[in-house]
């Protein structure tokens, strides 16, 4: 075991430390635990979703896509970009002029149905736990490597903590690590892209033709293709990854830290260049790996080129450049579990127990056991199914809960804001068609289901043929809401006049 690692490892773990007591000392109400007492200006809430958004899928599994199947990698980086140009448009400032703490007071906004604000909250917990499994598994590689103890332990250790950081600081204490942790990762990327670019000679017309024959997938390497074959399931990838983001709920959480809409829009302004500097720079180090390390070692270490950034951190700059980039990597995972956990417990603690069980009567003090209750909930189902998805690329898991928030989330919140005549029982139906469909095709594809001993959760030939069924699921979450609204005579334009003026003026805010 390396002391460097070592020494790295307990400086990051001691900086989170020291901000989670620091904000433990700020944390006294609800308001505080779930939204920082929307406080955060924009440059903050900003470098906050940049290090929410640049998660272990980006960092470690887009690294290792791109090493590994060259273009068709790079395509979770496209799109996770474009997805902000979305989000800016269309989400941000109506969420944050309509919503209080959580995506279910948002679409609460226009229909006060306790059925409604419970299938959002099943919809954002179900997200959180897809999106929680791809981080924890990354933090298992990840220790593993470094540490070589067994995989089970290391992601109990990151379980652990990150648990930690939210029972006792909330989103003041999450969304500094996550802004100490972005600049951090920033960091890290352009030494390991400097240092990639000056093995080319700072060409990257040479960096293009080396890489051409530096893997078994030869000149293919730079054309879709090698991991898609079949162009629907790209086309299904991208639609997921470009309209998934809208409908993340711990992302659209980060809306309700700030004190207005135009704050939010310079948020995500922020963020949009941090995260795009920082995908544009995913193309070196797919490439520097698979040039300085090679597809053989990558996959000899991590089946799913998991480990392919770090292996080129210790190829390019030895140990100690290793030890800094995987701490920051460890940083980067604690960051976005830490958010991803606190918005699980908030669906549960305001939504269905403050909300729905208590209606809307529980005290301050009850509310914040809850939330605190729930996060312990929530960290430990997902270690349990992290345990069995130890051999998946994290990138790839990442993706399936974007098509998820695509197909339950993004339906509700378009029709929510532009259609009058959207009612509450195509709201619920909205939700749970996309939610049930993304489900049952994801469990029947080849993402769960493959002939290959070993490649997927089960040994057996997939049902349905594509790996991110978005092309699917999304239009039948749109379909379900015009359905169900059709079927429902109930409607309430008065409430959606309401509605779109406060959608659009900030106007009065539901309390």
Known sequence: MNATVIVIFLVIVAMTLVITYYAAKRTNSTSDFYTAGGGLTGWQNGMAIAGDYLSAASFLGIAGSIAL????GFLFSIGYLVAYLVVLFIVAEPLRNLGKYTLADMIN?????????????????TI??????????????????????????AV????????????????????????????????????????????????????????????????????????????????SLMLALVLGTAGLPHILMRFF?????????????????????????????GF???????????????????????????????????????????ATILAVVAGLVLTGASAFAHDIYGQIIKKGKASEREQMLAARYASVGVSVFSILLAIFAQNLNVAF???LAFCIAASANLPVIIYTIFWKKFNTTGAISAILTGLISALILVSISPSVMNPEAGAAIITGTPIFPLTNPAIISIPLGFIGGVVGTLLSKESDIKKYAEVKVRANTGGFRQL
């Open 397 to 399: 898991l990442v993706s």
């Open 69 to 72: 199947f060259g273009f068709d």
């Open 128 to 153: 959180v736990i897809f999106y929680m499994i791809a981080q924890l598994v990354g933090a298992g590689a990840l220790i593993q490597l470094l540490f070589g103890i067994d995989y089970l332990w």
């Open 288 to 330: 520097g790996a698979a040039a300085f390390v090679g597809s053989q070692k990558i996959i000899s270490t991590n089946a799913a080129g998991n480990m392919a950034a770090p292996l080129l951190a210790q190829a390019l700059g030895g140990d100690i450049l290793m030890s800094f980039i995987s701490a920051v990597a460890f």
């Open 156 to 235: 109990l250790l990151v379980g652990f903590m990150m648990t930690i950081y939210v029972l006792f600081g909330g989103m003041t204490a999450t969304s500094w690590v996550q802004i100490i942790k972005a600049v951090l990762l920033m960091v890290g990327t352009v030494i390991l892209s400097f240092l990639v670019l000056q093995r080319f000679d700072f060409s990257i017309l040479e960096m293009f033709a080396q890489v051409k024959t530096a893997t078994p997938h030869g000149e293919a390497f730079l054309n879709p293709g090698v991991k898609y074959t079949i162009p629907l399931d790209t086309i």
């Open 257 to 285: 830290t700030v004190r207005d809409a135009k704050t939010a829009r310079s948020s995500v302004m922020w963020a949009t260049w941090i995260v795009g500097i920082f995908y544009v720079m995913t193309i070196f180090l």
């Open 109 to 125: 906004a226009r229909f006060n149905a306790k059925k409604v604000r419970g299938a959002a909250a099943l919809s954002s917990i």
